[in-house]
């Protein structure tokens, strides 16, 4: 008898992350080495807390949104499910390779050229130098770069880093794809191009974490959505997406 149990692919149980605040020294140098005790101490206990005890499942090829305003935590749950960074307690479990879009041009170096960095990108998102040099061709087509791809990284739009960042990953046969934002900066006809891309991923049971601002957007996308509120989850909901 088949197995019909939905599989997990991230998995958040009572995750919290804090970063602590530094203070200016106040009263001057003197004040705090006679009160320095008190005044580590308050600097030591000075937090604050991005997410706050987070729970939720993200099961294998779902399209899954993440939205709320800005501070409410989105960046953070997403960067540690790349594992960029951990949790300050709680737990946070990822089933499968996860190809990051997390920040415009992260990994990739300026004074490299296109190629070349399209190569570097891929090596740091797990794959040999053969296989990135076998998809290379795909991945220079995809991102539709035309010359400028042998033009070092500082001369392109953030645009045109989106493209490449984009194609690379969606080329790196990941289970997990993060996107945070980062087709907001491209063309109208590139964006069409990318959610194609992610609609195929979809069909191929890949599972897509996705942020934005925009809801029209995220609610033709995704499967279900969850909106944090100062760390903390606030609605999850399953919207009615539109048939294309």
Known sequence: MADDKVQESVVFDDVWKYYPL???????IKHFLINMPSAVRQMRESK?????GLSFVVNK????????????GKSTAMAMIAGVIKPSKGKVTVYGRV???????????HDLTGRENAVLNGILLGMTKEEIMARLDEVLAFAELGEFIDQPIRTYSTGMMARLGFSVAVHTDPEILLVDEILAVGDENFQKKCFAKMDEFRDRGITIILISHDRTTME?????????????????????????
Not at 22 to 28: D, E, F, S
């Open 22 to 28: 530094y203070h200016q020294i106040t009263g001057g």
């Open 61 to 72: 090829g779902e399209a899954f949104g993440i939205m709320g305003p800005n501070g409410a």
């Open 99 to 109: 190809a990051p879009l997390l920040e415009l041009g992260a990994g990739f170096h």
């Open 220 to 244: 033709r996308f995704c499967d279900r959505i969850i909106e944090l509120k100062d760390g903390k989850l606030a609605r999850t909901y399953q919207p009615q997406r539109q048939s294309n």
């Open 48 to 52: 604050f807390w991005a997410v706050n």
